[in-house]
């Protein structure tokens, strides 16, 4: 069974623009949540989508947003990058009920 | 907001040693995960935890949940090349939602 899988690998924006990160989970799993991880703050919780539903959201501006598909694929965006967004966004996905998230290799976005 | 204090934050070891490394909060926690990062990639599962006081192996990895539900810990015996990397601990503190809090990783370097 394939893994998760998570477009583009690396993206290079300035700062203002906008970007859109693709996710597909696990065939069968419908829980995807996304994560920030960057060298001073870690791993942080961005939000979790269940159904196409947001069920949890971190603390993060609004320029984060995110959405999920009928298929359970999933994107996020950030608009008005700023340097600080520079990051490896990473992708997990979980079958309902189990508490276990698999990440994907995440995309490695850098603002210049 | 909830926090995960890991330690040690990094090691440098001889190949063969065990190593230990735990992960401790002031909230309880329902779930514990460990997870190995390898540079540009996601973090892979290890081992999950469900129950206080719940011991579990996995090959050379052995986690424990801990009695107060507050900490986590995880060994590896026997240590390989193939360990060094960044190993993280997280924790879901809410019953059904995905959201994990992890700890700021241990860096694990073998020395051959």
């Known amino acids: 069974k394939a893994g998760v899988t998570q477009t583009p690998r690396y993206l290079i924006k300035t700062r203002g623009q906008q970007v859109t990160l693709s996710c597909s989970p696990i065939?069968?799993?419908?829980?995807v949540s996304w994560y920030q991880q960057t060298p001073g703050q870690g791993l942080q919780f961005l939000f979790e989508?269940?159904?196409?539903?947001?069920?949890n959201k971190g603390n993060f501006p609004g320029r984060f947003s995110g959405r999920q598909f009928s298929n359970s694929r999933s994107e996020m965006n950030v608009s008005t990058l700023e340097l600080g967004d520079s990051a490896l966004y990473l992708c997990?996905?979980?079958?309902?009920?189990?508490?276990?998230?698999?990440f994907g290799p995440g995309t490695r976005l850098t603002v210049t | 907001g909830q926090q995960l204090n890991q330690s040690p934050q990094s090691m440098f070891i001889q190949e063969g040693e065990d190593v230990s490394m735990n992960c401790t909060s002031s909230s309880i926690f329902n779930t514990w995960l460990w997870y190995k990062q390898d540079p540009g990639e996601g973090p892979v599962l290890l081992i999950a935890?469900?129950?206080?006081?719940e011991l579990t192996s996995n090959g050379r990895l052995t986690a424990q949940f801990g009695i107060t539900r507050k900490d986590s810990f995880l060994n590896i015996s026997a240590s390989i090349p193939s360990d060094v990397g960044i190993y993280f601990c997280a924790g879901r503190i809410i019953q059904g939602a995905q959201k994990l809090v992890f700890g700021q990783g241990t860096r694990l370097t073998i020395n051959p």
């Open positions: 935890l469900y129950k206080a006081g």
């Open positions: 065939s069968g799993h419908r829980s």
């Open positions: 997990a996905s979980s079958l309902t009920g189990s508490h276990e998230q698999y």
């Open positions: 989508y269940f159904s196409e539903t947001q069920r």
